[in-house]
């Protein structure tokens, strides 16, 4: 995975600390001798930093690290991963700047979210950073390094970043097809057990009888099912298409608004539905979706105004490339 702190400054800022496991350099196994390879100010690249991140990068590093004169590592290859080291290094230096701390407390949450995520004990996790070539403790360094530079582009830039309501309401209108419910249908049960067959088959009975004589289908469920919602007249509210039984959808999705299907016979029992409405796919309520959309506009943000500074303090700090 390419390893781009324009990504991570911008959407990456949000995402769940877990997935900072797969972007972290991994050690580069083998002897190599080591050089600077960039200056950043008063910073430098180093050869073994340069292949830490080329391991991560989508061409992975097997046994052994790869060294510039090889040929392996293509002079395109190298230009973007010592581009991402640079902006590193310029985020770094911009969060020193400023007073970006991280504390003990901040990493072992990071951790223990980690952990979490991968669904994994701990043990386990120090096992997989081990087969990774790093050791708990250098694993915590890099943690540290990662969430400095996100307090950094939430502290430099989260305050210059302003989304209005017209601009949730325009993303809103001119995205509709993004925040289509499912179709669905609210449904009235009458359920008997089939656990005494006798018993289920007599109240069927009652019911169907009841149903032709006109009796209202929410009064017998509140008199004789033994379903959910009997308080209620059987009455189970909107269910989403998609997520219902398939049998009971099927028949359901047949049947007019105020119709009753014929018995559904399951293994758990007898089941009758009555339709009592449809809903057709249609976009969701902009109040429902509207802190979604509040999120997805403040990273949009976030990413332009990083952008444009890390652009500028390009322009500014002295950087020297020695590929």
Not at 157 to 175: G, H, I, L, P, W
Not at 212 to 236: C, I, N, Q
Not at 278 to 283: D, E, F, H
Not at 303 to 316: A, G, H, Q, S, T
Request: charged share 30%; aromatic share 8%; proline share 3%.
């Amino acid at each position: 995975m390419k390893c781009n702190i324009k990504n991570r400054a911008g959407a990456g800022i949000f995402i769940a600390l877990f997935f900072l496991l797969t972007i972290l350099p991994l050690k580069a196994s083998g002897e190599v001798v080591d050089r600077v390879v960039a200056v950043v100010n008063d910073s430098i690249i180093t050869l073994s930093e340069l292949n830490a991140a080329y391991a991560v990068s989508g061409e992975a590093l097997k046994d052994e690290p790869v060294v510039l004169g090889q040929g392996s590592f293509t002079s395109e290859k190298a230009s973007e991963i010592i581009d991402t080291l640079i902006e590193q290094k310029l985020i770094k230096q911009g969060a020193d700047k400023i007073g970006v701390e991280v504390s003990e407390s901040d990493i072992d949450m990071a951790v223990d979210d980690v952990i979490k995520q991968n669904r994994v004990t701990k043990e386990n996790f120090i096992v997989m950073l081990s087969n990774s070539g790093l050791t708990l403790k250098e694993y915590r360094e890099q943690l540290r390094a990662r969430i400095r530079e996100i307090k950094f582009v939430n502290k430099q830039f989260r305050s210059k970043v302003f989304v209005e309501e017209a601009d949730m309401e325009e993303f809103y209108t001119q995205n509709l097809d993004k925040f289509l419910a499912p179709p669905s249908i609210r449904l009235r049960l009458i359920f008997f057990s089939n656990q005494d067959k006798d018993l289920m088959a007599k109240r069927l009975e009652i019911v169907l009888k009841g149903l032709e004589e006109g009796r209202e289908f929410a009064a017998l469920a509140s008199e004789y099912s033994e379903g959910p919602a009997t308080s209620k007249g059987g009455d189970l509210g909107y269910l989403a298409v998609g997520e219902m039984d398939k049998k009971i959808s099927a028949t359901a999705r047949k049947l007019k608004p105020g119709e009753v299907s014929e018995p559904i016979y399951t293994t758990q029992g007898v089941t009758l539905l009555q339709l009592v409405d449809s809903r057709a796919q249609v976009p969701r309520p902009f109040e429902e979706v509207k802190a979604g959309i509040k999120n997805a506009l403040t990273n949009k943000f976030l990413e332009e105004n990083f952008n444009y500074w890390i652009k500028e303090i390009k322009e500014l700090a002295h950087i020297e490339v020695r590929l």
